[in-house]
């Protein structure tokens, strides 16, 4: 892979044209850098299409003359994101290059509305690169959460599972390259065993092991993805491209971040049960004692306590 | 929409900004300029990713290490066209700015993989603009297909319709203005009358009424979109807008459009039957006996024999 | 169209056939019916895939063995629904048949995630039939939202708009009529007139003409489409169609139905600010004042109390 | 997965209800049955919505009264085939339950119109079972085509390839029992060992594991998949799958499934190139001549000769 690092080098290096679409500057610095992310992956902005300005642009093209009124950037971008007026989000468009561990690509993978390059191990070598947790984030299975982690391990236990996790990686790669019996110079390294097809070599290696792709997405999508992984249920190692991807976004466009952030990231849901408690709340019964004869779940109650920053009981 | 045009020229006078992104000199002419089509519509384009160096790029991320041999830019976008290995194409995005009848824009609105900010006639006002088509754009009805014009109208027959057509948009546009009643300052016209809602209003107006959008999709479906309405089969207003589209992609992709033109709008598709009877009148077998004799459809026979240049029989 | 309701007929007529598919007894009755919408359309059920269970056995695809504790079908559906797992209830399918009017379907049709096969004016002739409101649903714009409703008219008034919109329509079609130039046996009606192409004299329609489409969509993005449509900001007329698939949906899936109604029709979002204030309230600050100093616009102030049901102020 | 098992076996048992919905016999008889595929891999049918008469009745939609004239519903098929009218397609749905290779599974997955509920490691635990192809599909990298396979292995070979990948599957898959330490009842194997939380203990597995998946797709985007995966060119482990899937495919809809064959499966397509010289080699010049003093690339000459059936030069 170092030809496309090369490549990609020459990118940076090269001087500036002039053009009259929208501009960034903030995401033109960015542009083409590496930012990483765990312990061999990274995002980089490979490039963009519109601003907060696009945005607007998009809106008023529906809105027409009838939005006279809305002359304001920000407070327009605010009541598009408050009334999920999703389309002008749609008008913006950002592709980037990650580099990432396979288990995450089949999470990232599932959100369809993306468009995809990935590297073909069918075609290609994969390097020999694998994810090794930092100690800190090796921890044991929930017992609260079926899909989530509960106590960290001791450092003695992560050395353990840490050694395990290298051993088994270098020791399918090795088979890998074995199987896969190529020189530098894509001839034989052994020329009494054969060179075993890339496709079918692949499948030796461990979930670990990274890959890369080009990944390009609409703003709105963009939004959404980011809402899903950067949440705390999320699985750490996504959770941590996601909130790379976070910064780079608020740099693209800061007025619809930070909408984002007031309106989605940092707002929360009521059901009808929980709304009708609150409208109770309000009108003076005794919270604590609407919750607990509530029908809610325990899980819904214990939940509802935290979004309203009540003790728990 | 007046205040939307000053917006936008006001783009065309904009210094350049300096940027490291790819950038097509030939599209950045083209950029924000009116493209007229049909007697009111038209195309501009409003932004762009990438260029033809784009998809290279985006297919060597798949091909990685193992596409060394493929060295030339021409040859790998030809090879990725002829074996649509389409995602490559999905890594470019163009976002135009489109005006078009609505019974146009009923047809366009099929293809569901662009995004779409249309001019929305619950909020705005429609413009008192309606097509009518050219004089020798008229033609009766298809004798042969049941989705297509047949002879054209003489002159005198193609006034008469365009008489009607004319009075029926303008009596049904002054209705929906009767029924809005709002002046110049969005007050009563008549203080007597009420001001309907706009959005009831609208039902009103005919369907070659202009509407206006955002359309953005990427390079695949958009060649998609061409190759079906660029076709001779396809509505001719709405080729109008394939056509000059065709010259916007021609400018700002020339090496995929070549390839497209080679493989896709050129080429044509055999079926199992058509294909074995070429392989018999290569191998010495009279083609036209052939032909008679085979079990294709009297359609599928006269289609065949015009894609080989056989003369009519 | 004639026909088609003779083939539809003859289907409700059939004997049924045994399947091992689940099955939907409360929706097989609804099958084929047709379910009036408007003073033209309708909405009947085609075909289905899937019910309750079906929404349960895909979930426990996913979760495996690690499920065995959520052992009731109710509370893992509704499990689904508050945390916004959203694939389970993609793998449930319904068909709709769909009469409305033109300007209806235009909005309809953005919601991209869903098979389309409409009648077609290319290839047809649309059917002397359009959309007249009830005079109870005629009003005038809404002087505080852009795209709403106001004040109904008065009965005069009323009439006068039914007047002119049932005049207009009349005219148009005449029109259209007379350029298709068609009788009964597809033969000219006029030998001394051109037959138009239909896909030229379609033009000349009003937007309130009825069309008709074959809509198929599974259930999770069905409830996304009747979230919105059957908000009370939708317009009335896509409200209405709404209204009758959601009384279709409850028959298919009436736990799914429970769960949406409670965590998302029922439900309201609270933007960080919202969220700040409540929490505060019930800490013991007046929420009056809380509400009324805080950074929220007007209309958003407003509308806060008015989901927590506090008097105006 | 026992308990899956079970339930499904339970619904092979159940008594079948009566439905007036349309019902394919050949496909009530396969249904929930496992079609074996590879070593440890199935297909199974869940659920179908739709056949052959439902395509040509969301046609007959589309072309209302104006297609009285085809009136034959395998004529009308084939024609919408060969113009590639997909809608229709569309309108029917299938639903599959599929247990594949991780490795399998990550090519399959590209195919972004489908919905899945894939089985989720991070809730539950894989299951000890890895592909391990039959020696017969051994083969080298092939030294034409980048992405495919060449010569076979000797047995010898293959015995050694396979006891590689045997050996590392099975110590992966230790490791990561040992990592989980879990018993069956769900408590630590070892109370002195921590139970490492599923979503980390997963990438230690190899890419020949297998994982499971409900797969729900239209019949258009079904053909699409099996036009690509069917192809020789597709990797041998997907083609397995996609030939079981073409056999059901067949027993669902048999007239589209033919039609299929005549018109996508047995066709092929040419470039414009390729069509110039077959046009002038009809007319009398000499076909072998004309390929070799063409443009064509080498490649493209060779690959015309074969799709004519040309002696090889």
Chains 1, 2, 3, 4 share one sequence.
Do not use: C
Not at 95 to 103: A, E, M, T
Not at 215 to 220: Q, S
């Amino acid at each position: 892979m170092d030809d496309r690092q090369a490549q990609l080098d020459a990118l940076l290096a090269t001087p500036t044209t002039p053009t009259r679409r929208p501009t960034v500057p903030a995401l033109e610095e960015a542009l083409y850098r590496v930012h990483p992310v765990l312990d061999h992956g990274f995002v980089r902005v490979i490039d963009y299409m519109g601003d907060d300005a696009a945005i607007v642009q998009a809106a008023r093209v529906s809105y027409g003359v009838g939005t006279r009124s809305v002359n304001d950037d920000r407070g327009l971008i605010r009541y598009l994101m408050r009334h999920r007026h999703t389309t002008p989000f749609e008008m913006n468009e950002i592709k980037l290059h990650i580099k990432l561990p396979i288990f995450i690509a089949r999470q990232w993978i599932r959100h369809r509305t993306a468009n995809v390059n990935e590297y073909s191990a069918r075609y290609s070598i994969l390097d020999r690169e694998f994810y090794l947790p930092s100690p800190e984030h090796l921890a044991v299975q929930s017992s609260t959460n079926r899909q989530g982690r509960g106590d960290h391990l001791t450092p003695a236990q992560a050395a353990h599972v840490l050694h395990l996790l290298r051993r088994d990686a270098t020791a399918t790669y090795d088979t890998y390259q074995h199987l896969l019996n190529e020189d530098a110079a894509g001839n034989a390294a052994d020329p009494d065993r054969p060179m075993l097809a890339r496709e079918l070599a692949r499948m030796n290696l461990t979930l670990n092991t990274y890959t890369q792709w080009y990944w390009k997405i609409d703003l709105h999508n963009l939004l959404h993805f980011l809402s899903l992984r950067i949440d705390a249920h999320a699985q750490y190692e996504i959770r941590a491209y996601a909130q790379v991807m976070a910064d780079l976004t608020r740099a693209w466009v800061p007025l619809a971040w930070e909408a984002f952030e007031d309106y989605r990231l940092g707002g929360a849901t009521l059901s009808r049960h929980e709304l009708d408690i609150l409208q109770r709340a309000l009108a003076g019964e005794p919270v604590d004692a609407l919750i607990a004869n509530s029908r809610l779940s325990a899980r819904e109650k214990r939940e509802l306590r935290e979004k309203l920053k009540l003790p728990p009981t």
